[in-house]
């Protein structure tokens, strides 16, 4: 790329050029700050030059946008085309009202939906059951039968509009539900798109939402692979995400490492239960968060794809160049949202948003203003999706590809995450893989020692969040927020005591029957699964009777 005797001559010309700043610097402010850093820790020069990426081979590590090593991009036209997929995350409450906020985000110009469920679905407990007492319809929608998901998308053709759904260890259920309620519209679920996220090995390290140990929710991931390659072509069948995990304070580094290690995780179990890669491969999403360190972010999204592409090239042997893509929605990040000052959010997101539009997100999701407070309002839905819709349609950030392409300084930290999370993959390969690494803690130690230093670091003031640690104002109380309808505990519980009356009891405890039969055994569960939701068994029976199987997961005491 550059002559050797180029390359010196730069170098010698950035020396003698930072000895000029930082002796102007120390003149004027004796307590000049000597090291910078990304929020992840990887230090940042004063300037970036040609010696920066003397060792990038730009046909070998940029190519072209669409083609191998996808760098720059998993599709030759990127938004030229279309825009990316504009998917608001919502859920709460009963099932016709989260239905009312979908229809109100299409009618605003949302092009996906993605479904927040409450924490007693996404553990598997019905809303009757005493554990779900308090958590019924407060952080995303109730969902306890085939009838609460025929509520849920009434009204919403399925083979029009693509589904995200955000459930792990009932993934399988919940997607047979959705299943049904496609048969019940008529639609042939071959033509349904989208999405389950079904990743359960994040669950362990970052979120806690497991039901079943891991090694039987692998195998429940694997079935969900094996059942989509020959049913629902369409579908993803998961979303491996690092999200959660960089939620819970993951670098950008540990995000790509431990996010690609699930991922190769989920491969190898998929080869082991008889899967070809490049059956499951060309339908194999990531989910990754787009944090305010705008230039880190577009700099990882990078790393990423060029990382996995050569992991299912080189390592998995893939033929098929679908499944070297990596293909990703994002969301804007929940923890920078702060409860003081909630209007700064809206300037956060959009900053978020930009990192993820100039790193090459498929889909989109962007957080609203009032998320620390509450669920988010009708108005501040509608403003988080007017951020999108700014982004694509007035920016023209979406006119070229990768317009920070080629930067010294972007090519140099994108070189750099990419080395820094192969050592991790080196690492945790040494351990025997991810499910091996998080059984020993690695991936929430590592995590949990981070998240600890960020907090220092705010409580020292050596990081900034303006509005917390500076630049505070005096504030009333928030009062115009969304509170969820207490009432709905109340009438989910009475539909599942009218829905136990009325259907066949007989071809429930048959089904159920059966479903524990191939569970103890090694069948595909996903047809026995979709028997037991057609005969409207409920997703806490359901579960139970995998409980019955596989046990129940608890965690080491800390």
Same mark, same amino acid.
């Given at each position: 790329?550059?002559?050797?005797?180029?390359?010196?001559?730069?170098?010698?010309?950035?020396?003698?050029?930072?000895?000029?700043?930082?002796?102007?610097?120390?003149?004027?402010?004796?307590?000049?700050?000597?090291?910078?850093?990304?929020?992840?820790?990887?230090?940042?020069?004063?300037?970036?030059?040609?010696?920066?990426?003397?060792?990038?081979?730009?046909?070998?590590?940029?190519?072209?946008?669409?083609?191998?090593?996808?760098?720059?991009?998993?599709?030759?036209?990127?938004?030229?085309?279309?825009?990316?997929?504009?998917?608001?995350?919502?859920?709460?409450?009963?099932?016709?009202?989260?239905?009312?906020?979908?229809?109100?985000?299409?009618?605003?110009?949302?092009?996906?939906?993605?479904?927040?469920?409450?924490?007693?679905?996404?553990?598997?407990?019905?809303?009757?059951?005493?554990?779900?007492?308090?958590?019924?319809?407060?952080?995303?929608?109730?969902?306890?039968?085939?009838?609460?998901?025929?509520?849920?998308?009434?009204? &919403?053709?399925?083979?029009?509009?693509?589904?995200?759904?955000?459930?792990?260890?009932?993934?399988?259920?919940?997607?047979?539900?959705?299943?049904?309620?496609?048969?019940?519209?008529?639609?042939?679920?071959?033509?349904?798109?989208?999405?389950?996220?079904?990743?359960?090995?994040?669950?362990?390290?970052?979120?806690?939402?497991?039901?079943?140990?891991?090694?039987?929710?692998?195998?429940?991931?694997?079935?969900?692979?094996?059942?989509?390659?020959?049913?629902?072509?369409?579908?993803?069948?998961?979303?491996?995400?690092?999200?959660?995990?960089?939620?819970?304070?993951?670098?950008?580094?540990?995000?790509?490492?431990?996010? $690609?290690?699930?991922?190769?995780?989920?491969?190898?179990?998929?080869?082991?239960?008889?899967?070809?890669?490049?059956?499951?491969?060309?339908?194999?999403?990531?989910?990754?968060?787009?944090? &305010?360190?705008?230039?880190?972010?577009?700099?990882?999204?990078?790393?990423?794809?060029?990382?996995?592409?050569?992991?299912?090239?080189?390592?998995?042997?893939?033929?098929?160049?679908?499944?070297?893509?990596?293909?990703?929605?994002?969301?804007?990040?929940?923890?920078?949202?702060?409860?003081?000052?909630?209007?700064?959010?809206?300037?956060?997101?959009?900053?978020?948003?930009?990192?993820?539009?100039?790193?090459?997100?498929?889909?989109?999701?962007?957080?609203?203003?009032?998320?620390?407070?509450?669920?988010?309002?009708?108005?501040?839905?509608?403003?988080?999706?007017?951020?999108?819709?700014?982004?694509?349609?007035?920016?023209?950030?979406?006119?070229?590809?990768?317009?920070?392409?080629?930067?010294?300084?972007?090519?140099? $930290?994108?070189?750099?995450?990419?080395?820094?999370?192969?050592?991790?993959?080196?690492?945790?390969?040494?351990?025997?893989?991810?499910?091996?690494?998080?059984?020993?803690?690695?991936?929430?130690?590592?995590?949990?020692?981070?998240?600890?230093?960020?907090?220092?670091?705010?409580?020292?003031?050596?990081?900034?969040?303006?509005?917390?640690?500076?630049?505070?104002?005096?504030?009333?109380?928030?009062?115009?927020?969304?509170?969820?309808?207490?009432?709905?505990?109340?009438?989910?519980?009475?539909?599942?005591?009218?829905?136990?009356?009325?259907?066949?009891?007989?071809?429930?405890?048959?089904?159920?029957?059966?479903?524990?039969?191939?569970?103890?055994?090694?069948?595909?569960?996903?047809?026995?699964?979709?028997?037991?939701?057609?005969?409207?068994?409920?997703?806490?029976?359901?579960?139970?009777?995998?409980?019955?199987?596989?046990?129940?997961?608890?965690?080491?005491?800390?």
């Amino acid at each position: 790329m550059y002559r050797k005797e180029e390359l010196e001559a730069v170098s010698r010309a950035r020396a003698a050029w930072e000895k000029r700043v930082l002796a102007r610097a120390l003149e004027r402010v004796p307590e000049q700050r000597e090291r910078f850093a990304t929020h992840s820790g990887l230090e940042v020069r004063r300037l970036y030059t040609p010696e920066d990426v003397a060792g990038l081979d730009y046909c070998r590590d940029l190519g072209f946008p669409g083609e191998y090593p996808f760098t720059r991009g998993v599709q030759p036209t990127m938004y030229r085309a279309r825009p990316w997929t504009m998917r608001q995350y919502a859920g709460f409450g009963s099932a016709e009202e989260t239905n009312r906020r979908f229809r109100y985000l299409l009618e605003q110009g949302q092009t996906g939906l993605s479904v927040a469920f409450d924490l007693p679905t996404q553990v598997g407990y019905d809303s009757d059951h005493p554990m779900a007492e308090g958590e019924v319809g407060k952080v995303g929608v109730a969902i306890d039968s085939l009838e609460d998901v025929e509520r849920l998308f009434d009204r &919403i053709p399925l083979d029009q509009v693509s589904t995200s759904m955000t459930i792990n260890s009932p993934a399988a259920v919940l997607l047979a539900m959705v299943v049904a309620v496609a048969e019940k519209q008529g639609v042939d679920p071959s033509s349904l798109a989208g999405t389950v996220q079904n990743d359960i090995l994040k669950e362990y390290v970052a979120r806690g939402t497991y039901i079943f140990p891991p090694r039987p929710s692998v195998r429940l991931v694997t079935d969900v692979f094996a059942w989509c390659s020959e049913h629902l072509p369409r579908w993803n069948a998961i979303s491996i995400s690092g999200y959660h995990m960089r939620e819970a304070g993951a670098t950008a580094v540990q995000e790509i490492a431990f996010t $690609l290690a699930n991922a190769i995780a989920y491969v190898e179990a998929a080869r082991q239960a008889g899967l070809d890669v490049d059956a499951i491969g060309p339908r194999l999403s990531f989910f990754f968060a787009a944090q &305010i360190d705008i230039l880190e972010e577009v700099a990882k999204f990078r790393a990423a794809r060029r990382l996995w592409a050569r992991i299912m090239r080189e390592r998995f042997g893939a033929r098929d160049p679908r499944s070297w893509m990596l293909r990703f929605h994002t969301q804007t990040a929940g923890v920078s949202l702060t409860a003081q000052q909630p209007e700064n959010n809206i300037v956060r997101t959009a900053l978020e948003a930009l990192a993820a539009v100039l790193g090459g997100t498929q889909s989109l999701h962007t957080n609203s203003m009032d998320e620390a407070l509450a669920l988010p309002s009708e108005k501040a839905v509608r403003v988080a999706l007017r951020t999108q819709q700014i982004l694509a349609h007035e920016t023209n950030v979406g006119q070229t590809i990768d317009p920070l392409g080629g930067s010294y300084f972007i090519e140099a $930290l994108t070189d750099r995450l990419e080395e820094e999370a192969q050592a991790y993959l080196a690492r945790i390969d040494g351990m025997g893989g991810a499910v091996a690494a998080i059984e020993r803690g690695f991936f929430q130690d590592e995590i949990q020692r981070e998240a600890y230093a960020h907090q220092l670091a705010l409580e020292r003031g050596d990081r900034i969040v303006v509005g917390v640690n500076a630049y505070q104002v005096a504030e009333e109380p928030p009062t115009a927020i969304l509170r969820p309808d207490p009432a709905v505990a109340r009438e989910q519980a009475g539909r599942l005591e009218a829905l136990r009356a009325r259907r066949d009891g007989e071809k429930v405890r048959a089904a159920l029957e059966r479903l524990g039969q191939a569970a103890a055994g090694d069948q595909n569960l996903m047809p026995p699964i979709l028997e037991a939701v057609r005969a409207y068994a409920t997703l806490g029976e359901i579960c139970d009777t995998l409980r019955q199987a596989f046990g129940e997961y608890r965690a080491a005491a800390i």
